[in-house]
């Protein structure tokens, strides 16, 4: 083991991808971008105070020898290493996986953990093989409880990244359709997901937490009853879900009270009005502290002061044109189900009387063959909450609204018609909520939003 390598082991949360991020001590990672290598950016990393870069592009000042560590490949040379860290991890592993909501069910679900116990997350979405083997390679070893994401937008990606992490708790978020361009069905995606409890991939896995709101998600249930995973817990809608009789009573404008049962256990907590639409994050991150014998009354003090998260809902105050405006940041990427939660939250939203309201949307992308039918289901489905300030961009959507024209919905391909729209219509304390895929107009949108330059 060279020294590099005892490193990575020993210390964490030192891998960066990014001299953006570099503090004194980070392991620098020099991988090929799309327009360069990160072995152009050495020397910004040296001045940071990096301890290591790891490269498989030779760097041409010989007096950083010592520094630089060149590989025959980059990834393959990590993947050995994090193959490593993760069999001397004796901590408890949980990997989420899902069709939506699996970065918002990850932080709610560290928010919770790290109140009573050391914890490790992977950050941001890193939930591809890449992001895996960093989130690994930055597991602190001393932490009782480690957080990963499993993402996948094709075939055979889930059994690869569960070989990694080889997690003993999992959860499943739901199956909704998305990544359907290569994945081509809602069915073939639950296929795609079991891999995470399949002992041929994860021989470790001891739980497995489910949804159960559609025909694809009760057939992961039975198949994970198949692989007789000693315990499964469920929620959601299925006749035979762990948690009954959920009931929601709004308080106040602020926050309203969750009653359902459990295990002949009537559970009571409140939580913050904001957090409505992702009510499954706290009840999944409910059902890892019942599993784990953790400290409730910790849970229960916690559930209406989970924060909301940047691109998934976060309020924020901007200034625009002068005047505060209310900004509702659900710009982090898009999908059927997700837009459908987006718009129902901000539809039940309260405002003053003097308030209104802007629904911007932007095309959901990997929808495969029937792209348009989502689009045109989507729009019909913005007509029946009657909204008076609808703005949609981007060539799909446009096509749903030919079979659904409506005069509430306009449609702007190009940024600077939305913002000269906007600036004519908005006033003080009006509320806007932005969502799109990743690639969308509306996501370049909120970013300008996001940094305040248009005043």
């Known amino acids: 083991m060279n020294k590099i390598e005892n490193y990575l082991l020993k210390n964490f949360d030192k891998v960066k991808i990014n001299t953006k991020n570099i503090n004194d001590g980070d392991v620098f990672i020099a991988l090929q971008g799309n327009n360069n290598h990160g072995i152009n950016f050495a020397k910004e990393a040296i001045t940071k105070g990096v301890k290591y870069i790891i490269t498989d592009q030779k760097f041409s000042d010989n007096n950083f020898d010592k520094v630089i560590y060149l590989v025959n490949d980059t990834l393959n040379y990590l993947s050995n290493i994090a193959r490593q860290k993760r069999n001397l991890y004796d901590g408890v592993v949980i990997g989420i996986t899902g069709s939506i909501g699996k970065t918002s069910v990850k932080e709610t679900l560290n928010f919770f953990l790290s109140h009573c116990c050391r914890v490790s997350a992977s950050i941001k979405s890193y939930n591809n093989y890449l992001g895996v083997i960093l989130s690994i390679l930055n597991l602190d070893l001393n932490s009782k409880f480690a957080i990963f994401e499993l993402g996948t937008n094709n075939f055979f990606e889930i059994r690869n990244l569960t070989s990694l992490v080889k997690p003993s708790q999992i959860i499943i978020t739901n199956i909704h359709p998305t990544h359907l361009e290569k994945l081509i069905s809602t069915k073939y995606i639950a296929k795609e997901k079991s891999d ?71 559970i009571i907590f409140k939580i913050n009005n904001d957090h409505l639409d992702k009510l499954d994050n706290i009840i999944i991150s409910f059902l890892i502290f019942i599993y784990n014998d953790l400290n409730l009354n910790i849970f229960f003090n916690l559930t209406k002061d989970v924060p909301l998260l940047e691109g998934r809902g976060l309020k924020k105050n901007i200034i625009f044109n002068g005047k505060k405006i209310n900004f509702i940041d659900e710009s982090y990427n898009a999908s059927p189900q997700s837009m459908k939660n987006c718009i129902n939250y901000f539809n039940k939203l309260k405002i003053n009387f003097d308030q209104k309201k802007f629904l911007i949307l932007g095309d959901m992308k990997e929808l495969g063959k029937n792209e348009i039918i989502f689009h045109e289901e989507l729009i019909s489905f913005i007509l029946e909450k009657n909204f008076e300030n609808v703005i949609i961009c981007g060539k799909l959507l446009k096509l749903g609204l030919q079979k659904n024209k409506n005069k509430n919905i306009l449609c702007m391909n190009d940024l600077e018609t939305i913002l000269y729209y906007l600036k004519n219509e908005l006033n003080k304390n009006d509320l806007i909520l932005i969502k799109g895929s990743n690639s969308s107009l509306s996501n370049k949108l909120a970013k300008i939003l996001l940094k305040r330059k248009v005043t």
Do not use: H, Q
């Not at 039975?222 to 692989?227: F, G, L, S």
């Open 196 to 266: 995470i409890f399949n002992f041929k991939y994860n021989p470790l896995v001891e739980l497995a937490i489910l949804s159960t709101n559609n025909m694809d998600e009760s057939y992961l249930v039975e198949k994970a009853k198949n692989y007789n995973i000693s315990k499964i817990m469920t929620f959601g809608n299925g006749d035979n879900s762990n948690i009954k009789n959920l009931e929601i009573v709004n308080i106040d404008n602020f926050y309203s009270s969750i009653k359902f049962n459990f295990e002949n256990r009537k």
